[in-house]
């Protein structure tokens, strides 16, 4: 190929793309789509994942069936500690099926249950039993709620225990440092992120590279498929314009709208979430463009296996959702069965996200992602040697 033909392909390529972006321009709802699905993916799943801090104010009774000194000791202190965090909403029941009945209405999470006794243990030198009566069919409010008791509990143990120590310093006539006793070990614990972080710095980088994949894996058999309906493909093959830039040309269509939107994430993210840049914007945007080469050859082969855009729209549909929850854009890999984690390997959203939350996130340079980058142009050179010599091939169907 000589110099003027590659000029004559991108001057091919860029008028594609205008007129492509001027059809864009002049269509209002798509305009408002494209304002309006980053900020309801954004604000959506921002809050239905939320921060991973644990629920607050979540409704556990108090049943108290030994009323002795230290069954309201426990309970006052119950109720001391939990002010500080408010992760839980006491309500006092006097018997144990009264408990149960507002949990199988729905109206507790669980219950602490005081058994007789327990003051008699505590008095006599034994361990006192503290039922924690969970309703476990709702898995993820069971597992909170059974973390939260068991670190409730845990702290109620401590004070126990210091008041213990300093009861017994005092009978020896000794100055005793009961925390030092009783905790030994301190934790110092220091992040890679400076000041606070929440769920949306782990979900904007991943959601910035997913909205660009379905922009351009959507975006290509709906420009493709619909122009060909509509005759006016036909009339693109029909000029002296190579193969070659109508892919470019729209795909480069599609890179400005989904770089509008990933801007758009970004600015909502920072101004309105409390998401912190630590890294080179200008890197992730480099990434954002080898996400997009590295999906756009799956779009082109959706095309050229489809007769109308509804089937290849469907095929789209098929393989994007997947990649979707698979890539670790909302969760972390870490935490799908290993089968998943093995299938998450050979899908392209899984690098670029990870690269992208390290560049954005960790201030990772080049060479920290050097890895992710070559799979992805790996992955991008392999699907569009497939999908360019097939596209050219449905050209003369």
Known sequence: MSTMDAIKI???????????????????????????MPIAFLVMFGFIFPSGNTQQNMPVGIVNLDQGPSATAFTTQLNTLNKNASYMSFENFSTVDDAKTQINRGKL??????????????????????????????P???????????????????????NNVMEMGKSANQTVNAQAVVFPYTPNV???????TNYFNFLAPGLMIMIVMMTVMTGIPEAISKEKEMGTFD??????????????????ALCVRGFAQCILILVLAMLFFGVTIQGSIMLAFVMLILGIFSFVG????????????????????????????????????????????????????????????????????????????????????????????????????
């Open 10 to 36: 991108l001057k091919d390529s860029y008028h594609i793309m205008a007129k492509d972006l001027l059809a864009l321009k002049r269509n209002r709802m798509s305009l408002a789509a494209l304002v309006i």
């Open 109 to 138: 999470y669980g219950t602490f249950i005081i058994p007789p006794g327990f003051s008699y243990n505590m008095t006599h030198g034994q361990s006192a039993n503290v039922i924690v009566y969970v309703d476990n069919s709702n």
């Open 140 to 162: 993820q409010v069971a597992t909170q709620i059974q973390s939260v008791a068991t670190s409730t509990i845990t702290g109620l143990n401590g004070m126990q225990a210091e």
């Open 190 to 196: 220091k992040t890679t992120i400076p000041g606070q």
């Open 235 to 252: 009339g693109m093959l029909s000029a002296p314009i190579n193969q070659v830039s109508i892919i470019l040309g729209k795909t480069t």
């Open 298 to 397: 799956i779009g082109i082969v959706a095309v050229s296996m489809s007769e109308d855009q509804a089937s290849s729209t469907m095929l789209v549909n098929l393989l994007m959702f997947p990649m979707m929850f698979l890539g670790g854009v909302f969760y972390p890999i870490q935490q799908m069965p290993w089968f998943m984690q093995t299938i998450s390997q050979f899908i392209p959203l899984t690098y670029a996200a990870d690269a992208m939350r390290k560049i954005m996130l960790l201030n990772a340079g080049i060479g920290d992602v050097f890895y992710q980058i070559i799979i992805l142009v790996a992955f991008g050179i392999v699907t569009m040697a497939i999908a360019v010599p097939l596209f050219r091939r449905s050209m003369t169907r």
